[in-house]
T-cell receptor, first 113, second 112 residues
Framework: DADVTQTPRNRITKTGKRIMLECSQT?????MYWYRQDPGLGLRLIYY???????NKGEISDGYSVSRQAQAKFSLSLESAIPNQTALYFC????????????FGSGTRLTVV | DAKTTQPNSMESNEEEPVHLPCNHS???????IHWYRQLPSQGPEYVIH???SNVNNRMASLAIAEDRKSSTLILHRATLRDAAVYYC?????????????FGGGTRLMVKP
């Protein structure tokens, strides 16, 4: 099983719909992150969480919200999806000492039509 | 934040060494140099990181210039599976909130 699991892998949704992307990890890491990647570009940070009670906005948090339900689970929600949120979304984890770097999931490809 | 500059793309032949450069002329004394790679249709993968001394692991070697203003990721023997986008990223050792910030990276193409 993957260390960082993202569901769904692919999703097509309509404009205005609420959608949740889920991430779970078996690494035992404290820190979790959500990134977005647009075609041909690098990743941009949406939200991050250093522990269950800690949630922080990243570079591009507008239009998104998150929930850290447990140490191992970190969900990203689009309250009212719009077409320019069509992108590849990645969840990542790291431990508090960043030993070994970040571990990324395989991504969720989201299309908003 | 200190920035990095990498070539947009590079080509290599299979089974030959590859040297991927990264310039970071504004690096601070507490910035670690991190390398990640992203294979097609996958999430980024940690490769290696270092502060001042050269580093080796099973995936690659990292050569850091004496003045730390540049570094080179070395793949000793490229395979077709090494075709990916390689990202060079600086992270402040003393800033616990310093996130990974991705630039455009270098797209490595490996020819058989």
């Amino acid at each position: 099983d993957a260390d960082v699991t993202q569901t769904p892998r692919n999703r097509i949704t309509k404009t205005g719909k609420r959608i949740m992307l889920e991430c779970s990890q078996t690494k035992g890491h404290d820190r979790m992150y959500w990134y977005r990647q647009d075609p041909g570009l690098g990743l941009r940070l949406i939200y991050y969480s250093f522990d269950v009670k800690d949630i922080n906005k990243g570079e591009i948090s507008d239009g998104y919200s998150v929930s850290r339900q447990a140490q191992a689970k970190f969900s990203l929600s689009l309250e009212s999806a719009i077409p320019n949120q069509t992108a590849l979304y990645f969840c990542a984890t790291s431990d508090s000492g960043d030993r070994g770097g970040y571990t990324f999931g395989s991504g969720t490809r989201l299309t908003v039509v | 934040d200190a920035k990095t500059t990498q070539p947009n793309s590079m080509e290599s032949n299979e089974e030959e060494p590859v040297h991927l450069p990264c310039n970071h002329s504004t690096i601070s004394g507490t910035d670690y140099i991190h390398w990640y790679r992203q294979l097609p249709s996958q999430g980024p993968e940690y490769v290696i990181h270092g502060l001042t001394s050269n580093v080796n692991n099973r995936m690659a070697s990292l050569a850091i210039a004496e003045d730390r203003k540049s570094s080179t990721l070395i793949l000793h023997r490229a395979t077709l599976r090494d075709a990916a986008v390689y990202y060079c990223i600086l992270r402040d050792r003393d800033n616990a909130g310093n996130m990974l910030t991705f630039g455009g990276g270098t797209r490595l193409m490996v020819k058989p």
